[in-house]
C-alpha cells in the first residue's frame, strides 16, 4: 500500500490518504489562533457538535477554507473534500454507473451438450457525497455555489432526515442510505454576485448555519504574516497597514486580500529586504503584487493605482519610522480598524 502523502494546505496539515477519497487534517502550528479566529472556529464547532451543517460565507480572501479545514480537524474525523463546479450533475456527488461488466459460463460437462450462460451487469461507483455519509466523514464543500443548484438537491435530504437517495442501479440494490452519525458538513461559497456562481436555492440555504467572514483584524493579519514567512513584526504592521488602507480604494473594497499581505511580506524575507520607502525590493513587490490585486481606480484611461501605491507606502513608512523613534504605540492606518 502506497503511503499517505502529507501537505500543508493553509495552515493545516493534509494527509491524503492512498486511495485517494479521504484526506487527514490536523491543525498545524502554523495556525494563527488570535481570538477573532478561535471565536469564528468555537461557533462553527458548537453547530457542528449537534449536528447542524456550517457555511463560511465571504468574499475571496477571508479564510473560509482555511477555518472549514481547521474546524474539520478539531472534530477528528477523516475529511472527504469536494469543489463546486458549473457542470455537475447530481451524480457527481452520489455516484453514476461507470461501465458494464460481462461475464459467460460454458457447461461442456456433458460432451454432447453445451450449454452457455450470459450475464451483463452496470457497474456503479460510489462518488464522495455518498462515501461520506455511508463513512461518517466530515465534507468539506468548497465554494458550492459554484455548482447548479440541481446539483446540489441530494443534500436536502441528506441534512434534514439524514437519509441519502440514491438510484436502484447501486450494486447493494439499496434504494436508500441511513446518514452515518459522525457525518458533518462543512460549506464555504463566495456572495452570489461573483462571476462564476449561481444563487442557491432557499431549502438548501434553510438548512445551513451561514457565519458571514470579512476581513481579519489587524492583529489577525500581522500575525499570519508573520507566521506564513517569518517576517519581522514591524514589517507585517507596516506590510498589513498598507494593504488596508488601499482595501477601501475602489467599489471591491476586500481587495487586496490577506494573500496579498502574504506574498509581499514571504518575498522581503526572500530577497532579506526590508519594509522601508526608500528599499528598491520593497517598492518593485508592493507595486506588482498591489496594483494587480486591486480594483481599478482611472482619470483619463490611466490607472491611479501605482500613484495611490506610493502616497500609501510615504505616508504608512513614515509614521511608522516616527513612532519607533518616539518609542509610542502604533499608530493604526486603516480606517475603521482602531
Request: net charge negative; aromatic share 6%.
Amino acid at each position: 500500500m502506497a503511503e499517505a502523502l502529507n501537505k500543508d494546505f493553509g495552515e493545516t496539515v493534509v494527509r491524503v490518504q492512498p486511495d485517494g477519497d479521504n484526506i487527514e487534517a490536523e491543525a498545524s502550528d502554523q495556525f494563527v489562533a488570535t481570538p477573532h479566529v478561535q471565536a469564528l472556529a468555537e461557533r462553527a464547532l458548537a453547530y457542528l457538535e449537534v449536528g447542524y451543517a456550517v457555511h463560511f460565507a465571504g468574499s475571496a480572501g477571508t479564510g473560509k477554507t482555511t477555518l472549514a479545514f481547521h474546524v474539520a480537524a478539531k472534530l477528528g474525523r477523516p475529511v472527504t473534500l469536494i469543489h463546486g463546479d458549473d457542470e455537475f450533475g447530481s451524480s457527481d456527488l452520489v455516484g453514476k454507473d461507470s461501465g458494464y461488466r460481462k461475464s459467460k459460463l460454458v457447461d461442456n460437462y456433458i460432451h454432447s451438450v453445451l450449454k452457455t450462460e450470459e450475464n451483463m451487469n452496470t457497474l456503479w461507483v460510489d462518488n464522495r457525497l455518498t462515501t461520506a455519509c455511508a463513512s461518517g466523514n466530515t465534507l468539506i464543500y468548497d465554494e458550492f455555489n459554484r455548482s447548479r443548484p440541481e446539483a446540489n438537491n441530494a443534500l436536502l435530504s441528506v441534512l434534514e432526515e439524514r437519509v441519502l437517495n440514491l438510484p436502484s442501479l447501486r450494486q447493494n440494490g439499496e434504494g436508500y442510505l441511513q446518514v452515518h452519525p459522525d457525518f458533518r458538513a462543512i460549506f464555504t461559497s463566495n456572495p452570489e454576485e461573483y462571476a462564476g456562481v449561481h444563487k442557491t436555492q432557499d431549502a438548501l440555504m434553510d438548512r445551513l448555519i451561514t457565519i458571514q467572514m470579512g476581513n481579519f483584524d489587524r492583529e489577525t493579519e500581522i500575525a499570519i504574516a508573520i507566521a506564513q514567512s517569518g517576517v519581522s513584526r514591524h514589517d507585517a504592521e507596516i506590510i498589513v497597514d498598507i494593504v488596508n488602507e488601499l482595501r477601501g480604494t475602489g467599489v471591491n473594497n476586500h481587495r487586496p486580500t490577506i494573500r496579498a499581505t502574504i506574498a509581499i511580506a514571504r518575498i522581503l524575507v526572500h530577497r532579506k529586504a526590508h519594509a522601508t520607502f526608500n528599499d528598491p525590493v520593497f517598492q518593485w513587490v508592493c507595486h506588482d503584487v498591489l496594483t494587480t490585486e486591486t480594483a481599478k481606480v482611472t482619470r483619463e484611461g490611466q490607472s491611479l493605482m501605482p500613484h495611490m501605491i506610493d502616497e500609501s507606502m510615504a505616508r504608512v513608512c513614515n509614521a511608522a519610522l516616527k513612532t519607533r523613534r518616539s518609542g509610542s504605540r502604533p499608530r493604526l492606518v486603516n480606517k475603521g480598524k482602531e
